[in-house]
């Protein structure tokens, strides 16, 4: 929180309760009441807790003795000091590091059931809207997997008791359970979310407001004398080595003052394909997972503002990113059949050119795959119906305008703290929480917030010595 509440006493009665900035410790409001929550969600009674212990020293000497059958003294020793280190501290303070490991014997669960959640407090008819459905539903299902990997290895290892398994993610079956009812909301729906819709239950969204349509979709070959047809709605168009292509085809956006998107598949191809770009005068940078998280801001900012007109990326160019000056994705490999280049990989990049009403698709392969078929036919049922929408309602389609906030300087940005009332002591700790909130919203892709946040940041450090 960035606020704090003082609590001033005389002798042993509250005099004053107030509300200060945390940082500069300004009186913001007085109050004659407030609620303070336990700074820890693990907190109960001292008979629970006294009755946890009995269950936690019961199986710590079942699990020492199994441990040490197998051979395992080691990490039986190492068992029982962390245990009984664990238990004098909850018998003396109520609480331990690590106390959630032993979540199961403060609810009185058994092993194996699944863990309290939040899902357990909503009515019986709640609803629940799942955004990029094709993502969050696999990732609900990885969860439990992932945890397990992890906790067993540090059970096996003796620092913790199996009943740490029991602090856990919902099995996505469990997760089934506490739902009812359901939207799922993505651009490629999943087999789970067709299984489970019957055909009048789907709902498409694929007129925009702006009439814009899909992108169109060109299909040229990597190397011309392996693949000697290309493909654009059924009519040919020239083959030609695919760097040429492209570079020729950055010209002509360019000087549209458009920007342009190409998708590689390795992080090397990336920088490579960066670099030759630049040697022969296009202004082009590489974006992928190495590159730290101010640096991607910077990078698609400058996109945007015109500084450079290409950037080629590996998977940091499908979902989320919101750029209506790209008109072209180039995607190279198209034909190498994977997770970045199947139907609904290649259905979510060719979807980053639909903010420009001359968005197009440049696919470079030497044959055609399935992905890529299914990935086409998609866009031309669509584009199709976006097209008869617009000739029945006359409508023009038209590029998305979205304004461009500054991150290049920092007397534009927001300031959420004043600088000067900053203590000094106090800085690196509001450098150090702001930083966090940035890499969580550059990982949600969201650069717009993220580039505000590193404003803020550059402000601070810039202005407050020390």
Do not use: W
């Not at 946890?52 to 000091?81: N, P, Y």
């Not at 629940?128 to 096996?156: C, F, T, W």
């Amino acid at each position: 929180s960035d606020t704090v509440f003082r609590i001033e006493f005389f002798g042993d009665e509250v005099e004053a309760v107030s509300e200060v900035d945390s940082f500069t410790g300004e009186l913001i409001n007085s109050l004659t009441e407030v609620t303070v929550f336990p700074a820890k969600h693990e907190v109960t009674s001292r008979e629970k807790i006294e009755r946890a212990s009995e269950g936690i020293r019961t199986d710590l000497k079942e699990r020492v003795a199994e441990l040490e059958k197998q051979g395992k003294i080691v990490e039986a020793q190492r068992l029982q000091t962390r245990t009984e280190y664990d238990l004098e501290m909850l018998l003396e303070t109520g609480y331990c590091t690590g106390i959630e490991n032993y979540t199961r014997y403060f609810s009185s669960r058994k092993p194996g059931e699944p863990p309290a959640t939040l899902l357990e407090y909503f009515p019986d008819d709640f609803l629940v809207l799942i955004d990029e459905s094709h993502i969050s539903l696999p990732q609900v299902g990885a969860m439990y997997e992932g945890n397990l990997s992890r906790k067993m290895s540090l059970v096996n290892h003796g620092f913790r008791l199996p009943s740490a398994l029991d602090n856990r993610p919902l099995r996505f079956h469990e997760f089934e359970g506490f739902i009812k009812q359901a939207v799922f909301i993505s651009a490629t729906p999943g087999k789970y979310e067709k299984l489970h819709c019957a055909e009048s239950d789907m709902a498409e969204q694929i007129i925009r407001p702006t009439g814009l349509l899909d992108p169109e979709v060109f299909i040229y070959p990597s190397r011309p004398e392996f693949f000697q047809e290309s493909f654009h709605s059924g009519s040919r168009s020239d083959a030609t080595n695919q760097i040429d292509k492209l570079t020729s085809e950055i010209a002509m956006r360019t000087a549209r003052n458009e920007r342009v998107l190409i998708t590689t598949a390795t992080k090397k191809s990336a920088e490579d394909l960066s670099k030759y770009f630049q040697e022969t005068g296009i202004n082009s940078k590489y974006l992928h997972s190495d590159i730290e998280t101010m640096e991607r801001i910077e990078i698609l900012r400058e996109l945007r503002e015109g500084v450079i007109d290409v950037i080629v990326g590996i998977n940091l160019l499908r979902e989320g990113l919101d750029l209506p000056e790209v008109s072209l994705i180039g995607i190279i490999d198209a034909d190498k059949e994977g997770f970045l280049r199947s139907r609904d990989a290649l259905i979510q990049t060719m979807g980053r050119a639909a903010r420009n009403v001359n968005g197009t698709i440049f696919l470079f392969a030497d044959r055609m795959t399935d992905s890529m078929t299914a990935a086409i036919q998609e866009t031309l049922r669509r584009r199709k119906i976006q097209i008869d929408y617009n000739e029945k309602h006359g409508m023009t389609p038209q590029s998305i305008s979205k304004g461009i906030t500054s991150i290049s300087s920092a007397d534009a940005a927001a300031k959420k703290y004043d600088a000067k009332k900053v203590k000094s002591s106090e800085v690196p700790r509001l450098i150090e929480e702001l930083e966090m909130q940035m890499d969580i919203a550059t990982q949600n892709l969201e650069f717009e917030k993220a580039a505000e946040i590193r404003d803020e940041i550059f402000l601070l450090k810039k202005s407050v010595p020390g």
